[in-house]
């Protein structure tokens, strides 16, 4: 279906966003990585699974997602009866892309004494061919409950995968997926920003590569930079992630100062995600007037996938067995 992106002249597009919000009986959502505007009107900002289950827990009738694709996918498979709607459906992810289903199929026939352990950055089809999602945030708690004699595939972010073998001294084979925005950041440029900031710790995404992540005071999930963020003791710290979310640190603690880390050159505009900059407030006004582009999802594909969700909310709650887990 086409989607009609001209816009009246003269239109005030937060007035027309905050009434279309009413009328649709819409709810809006924003991750941490988005332009600050789409920020600042959403109604929840968060991390993806974070806001697509607090989406699930409100009486809207429309999701307006505010992110990336497979975002919008998670909250449709958790909220299969809202309308689910993505500004731009050509905000993807290099992660997904990464790891197309077929060749995902093929390389678990390959492995079939091994489960997959599967980043939730990835497509419905890749989540209904694993057995337990994870995240950023859940991924420690998930692999610690799971027998060392029992292998795994993991997929599709190799650094994440890297980072949890060194931490756990686990040997999950890891599908060769990398995120093009934390595979952007300079050792070199780094180690020259720690020395004109000596007392500034780092905090790393588990999605950087091993040459930034050994450079950090701590790493964690885009929520769990935020925390520690309100937390150390210092006045500085530098960024190493996608730095839209600094906008969230400064208005939490206008007083300390944050400095995403450099790329290549220097600066961080190469850190900035292609994908989520697709979304704007125009193309978020478009997709509440219209209820375009919209997420559809076959059910029976949404209940495959979403036994691997669910496996991982149980998992991280701590109510799943060890001997619970087997092919999806």
């Known amino acids: 279906m086409s989607v009609d992106t001209k816009i009246p002249a003269g239109v005030d597009l937060l007035e027309e966003i905050n009434r279309l919000r009413v009328e649709r009986k819409a709810v809006i959502l924003a991750h941490y990585y988005q332009r600050p505007e789409l920020q600042d009107l959403a109604d929840f900002v968060g991390d993806s699974l974070e806001l697509s289950k607090k989406a699930a827990d409100t009486d809207a009738e429309v999701i307006a997602f505010c ?41 678990r026939e390959r492995h079939p004494d091994h489960i997959a352990l599967t980043y939730i950055n990835c497509s419905t089809e890749v989540k209904a061919l694993s057995d337990v999602i994870v995240t950023s945030s859940s991924a420690e708690t998930i692999l610690s409950q799971i027998p060392k004699d029992q292998k795994i595939i993991f997929g599709p972010d190799r650094h994440l995968g890297g980072y949890l073998n060194r931490k756990f001294d686990r040997e999950m084979l890891l599908w060769p997926g990398v995120c093009i925005v934390h595979e952007a950041f300079s050792e070199r440029e780094l180690i020259k920003l720690k020395q004109q900031h000596p ?77 989520m900059a697709l979304n ?22 949404r209940l495959q996938a979403k036994k691997s969700l669910d496996a991982m909310l149980e998992m991280a709650a701590g109510t799943v067995g060890k001997g619970d887990l087997g092919r999806a």
């Open 67 to 107: 992110g990336v694709k497979f975002m919008a996918e998670t909250a449709k498979i958790l909220s299969p009866d809202k309308i689910v709607v993505l500004p731009d459906m050509d905000a993807g992810c290099s992660l997904e892309d990464s790891c197309p289903p077929e060749k995902f199929a093929a390389f």
């Open 280 to 301: 704007t407030l125009e193309k978020l006004y478009i997709a509440l007037r219209d209820l375009q582009p919209r997420i559809e999802i076959e059910e029976g594909l």
């Open 199 to 275: 007392d500034a710790p780092v905090a790393a995404h588990p999605e950087c590569p091993p040459h930034i992540v050994d450079h950090a005071d701590y790493v964690g999930s885009t929520s769990g930079i935020l925390n520690f963020a309100k937390t150390f003791p210092g006045d500085t710290l530098i960024v190493a992630t996608e730095p839209h979310i600094i906008h969230q640190m400064e208005k939490a603690l206008p007083e300390k100062n944050f400095i995403g880390a450099p790329g290549a050159d220097g600066n961080c505009n190469c850190n900035i995600c292609p994908y």
